[in-house]
């Protein structure tokens, strides 16, 4: 009998704990009045001044939203197509050289040399052919080309 007992005392102290800790955490990811997020800040509802909150394209400065011509990039992509083949094979043969145990920092070091060589030659070309370029603004590659 007190073993019946102790047994149901158990599951439903175990229960009551579950419950309580999911309507804390429920309370924690909850916006309560006043709150807009879990950071609780402003946010993007009420801008702090220049460059903070939403901005319009125009806005943003020169070169944000950049009309680009298809036909430019479609040459871009079929121009560019093996390089990205290629920064493909690299980073494939990086996983393969981090994965050895010990790993040879020399191999690792001209494979990374040759990756950033790569995506600067890519941004380059970009350059020259009058696209946008760069780590921020660049183009999607496997967006617009399809890859």
């Not at 920064?87 to 020399?106: C, H, V």
């Amino acid at each position: 009998m007190f073993r019946k007992l102790s047994k149901t005392l158990a599951v439903l102290s175990t229960v009551g704990i579950l419950a309580v800790g999911a309507s804390f955490a429920q309370n924690e990811t909850t916006p309560q009045p006043g709150q807009i997020g879990p950071g609780y800040g402003p946010m993007h509802h009420e801008p702090m001044g220049p460059g903070y909150g939403p901005m319009h394209h125009e806005q943003r400065g020169p070169g944000y939203r950049i009309k680009v011509d298809p036909q430019k990039v479609q040459a871009y992509c079929k121009e560019v197509q093996p390089l990205w083949q290629k920064m493909w094979q690299i980073r494939k043969e990086l996983r393969e050289l981090w994965s050895k145990n010990p790993p040879d920092w020399s191999a690792i070091e001209k494979k990374e040399e040759e990756l950033v060589k790569l995506r600067l030659e890519m941004r380059k070309k970009a350059y020259e052919m009058g696209l946008p370029f760069g780590p921020k603004n660049g183009l999607r590659l496997r967006r617009i080309c399809g890859w």
